[in-house]
């Protein structure tokens, strides 16, 4: 597995160590290798994302719709000037989500163009849960409506749960990673992350607000 | 049902604990308290249908294909397509898929000659007008637009030929035709930015190649007009590979003129080499490159490209937007006197 797109290189670590130890200048270093990542994990996230909506190939290249996020993420990242390393995460972890949140509106919404397919063979939006593929039993989303409502949803879950799961989730590092960078225990981490996943499945289940 | 919400948590910390190291544990051995233990159970049943979240470990192999190389995918004959549009154009077959649509060949029954119409889900109005303002035989002219079961469609003129992108894999041009289709396509972009428009997508596939040798530029459909550009802080349409560095950086640089002489550049750079500027395996990679990357070595090549044409085509390359041609209508200038004079 490699490094860079499944947690933190060595050569990071390096740099929150050296930050840690007042190293001001370290960020600057430290930022390049957070791009990358982060770049990574956006690529990874949007392609699971869109896997499972055959037809959203049928009207976009794929790499057309990453190209694009990677371009903003990178300009996002660069433009910022962090006081702290867990300062460039969060940044990186909120652009890596609203990128997937405009990837997903961009193909459901209204005037998307994937929206009103007929040939999607499921509609996963338009069914309730127990309408669904009985063989998917995985609980993740299906469609890009639920992925927006997912998206949306991690930005009402508290700050601290919010904060780990962009850690974990958006930019995929490790519990003892995320606990480094945060200052705080891994069993904080571990406790923040299981509300954390509590708190989503109890919102989830309320389903996406409507428009009114 | 009263509980403890720390004793909640701190059973729940256990039953983790022992979950992790593999050990099956029942909430009932770790508390007594029936409150605690519906409580506590109605949190591990919303936990674990969330577990989708933790398998997410997937290896990325950075020599998959990524954002910047993968191919698009092929579009498939889609039942929901009306076979004929506007009662008039007469689905033949599909030239093209992916990107912002499908192209198809198409009868048009009226003028009875085929046409290419190219079908999206999203409004492509404004493309359409875009396009139809550029009046020029280098520029794939535009003559209908409408709409139809929900599709848009808009109807250009059916170049037959190849595009450079294929001509460059089949039948590679030599440097003297290299020049002689980019001074045309330079000339083209002169008149386009004249008019007022940006291309930003200037690259192989959108070059066609006439059968008389002779080129045409398409694919307007992201290009915009300077004075739409001027609210615009943050564009990214294009192509990575042929997008220049200015547009890459976090400085809010705008596309311009020079951004399409870059673009040019990079078409042309290919075109004499077969080879891209800058490439690498995945998006971080090429965008290093293009961004501070060496200028790109020309390799040999079976004709030997005069120097003076690799200066021009580097000097299209500059980091440095103004180090480059001030304008597309210089480059052609540039080029046309490889056509005549080196010869």
Not at chain 1, 35 to 47: K, M, N, S, T, W
Not at chain 2, 109 to 119: G, P, S, T
């Amino acid at each position: 597995m490699d490094p860079t797109y499944t947690g933190l290189t060595g050569e990071l670590q390096d740099q929150l160590d050296r930050m840690q130890a007042g190293d001001t200048q370290a960020i600057e270093k430290a930022r390049g290798e957070i791009i990358r990542l982060a770049g990574g994990r956006l690529e990874h996230l949007a392609r699971r994302m869109l896997r499972k909506n055959p037809r959203l190939h049928r009207w976009e290249e794929t790499a057309d719709v990453l190209q694009n996020s990677l371009v903003r993420l990178h300009r996002a990242l660069e433009t910022v000037k962090p006081e702290s390393v867990r300062q460039l995460f969060g940044l990186a972890a909120m652009q890596i989500r609203r990128e997937l949140v405009d990837m997903a509106r961009r193909h459901y919404g209204p005037m998307g163009e994937g929206a009103h397919h007929h040939t999607d063979g499921r509609m996963a939006e338009n069914m309730r849960p127990d309408q669904r593929d009985p063989e998917d039993r995985s609980g993740e989303p299906s469609s890009l409506a639920e992925w927006t409502d997912f998206h949306e949803k991690v930005d009402l879950l508290p700050e601290p749960e919010k904060e780990v799961f962009h850690l974990l989730w958006y930019e995929g590092l490790n519990q003892e990673e995320a606990a480094k960078i945060l200052d705080v225990t891994s069993r904080t981490i571990k406790n923040r992350w299981r509300n954390a996943k509590i708190h989503l499945q109890q919102m989830l289940e309320q389903g996406p607000e409507t428009e009114t | 049902m009263n509980f403890s919400t720390a004793e909640v948590e701190r059973v729940l910390d256990l039953w983790e604990d022992h979950r992790d190291r593999g050990q099956s544990v029942s909430v009932e051995d770790l508390t007594t308290d029936p409150a605690v233990v519906k409580e506590v159970r109605r949190r591990i049943d919303q936990m674990e249908a969330m577990n989708w979240l933790d398998a997410d470990n997937e290896t990325i192999d950075l020599d998959s294909k990524s954002a910047s190389t993968i191919e698009p995918m092929p579009a498939p004959f889609d039942s929901c397509i009306p076979w004929m549009f506007g009662n008039r154009y007469v689905l033949n077959a599909l030239i093209a898929g992916g990107g912002f649509g499908q192209v198809w060949k198409a009868w048009d029954r009226r003028l009875e000659r085929y046409v290419a119409v190219k079908i999206s889900k999203i409004d492509n109005t404004a493309e359409a007008r875009h396009v139809a303002r550029l009046q020029h035989p280098g520029i794939v002219a535009v003559h209908d637009l409408g709409e139809e079961q929900g599709f848009w469609y808009i109807v250009f003129d059916l170049v037959e030929g190849v595009d450079l992108g294929r001509r460059l894999t089949t039948d590679p041009p030599t440097w003297r035709e290299v020049v002689e289709i980019m001074s045309h396509v330079a000339d083209y972009v002169q008149y386009a930015h004249e008019k007022g428009f940006i291309h930003r997508d200037i690259k192989p596939a959108n070059i066609l190649i006439r059968a008389d040798g002779t080129p045409i530029l398409a694919d307007f459909g992201i290009a915009v007009t300077e004075s739409e550009l001027k609210g615009e802080v943050t564009t990214t349409a294009g192509t990575l590979a042929y997008m220049a560095p200015e547009l890459l950086v976090g400085d809010g640089k705008r596309a311009d003129v020079c951004t399409d002489v870059y673009g040019l550049g990079v078409v042309l750079f290919q075109a004499l080499t077969g080879q891209l500027p800058f490439a690498g395996r995945n998006f971080c990679e090429v965008r290093k490159r293009i961004l501070s990357g060496e200028p790109p070595h020309f390799p040999e090549t079976p004709g030997k490209i005069p120097d003076e044409l690799k200066e021009v085509t580097l000097r299209c390359l500059s980091k440095d937007p103004d180090m480059r041609f001030q304008t597309a209508g210089e480059l052609a200038h540039e080029l046309r006197r490889f056509v005549y004079f080196e010869s």
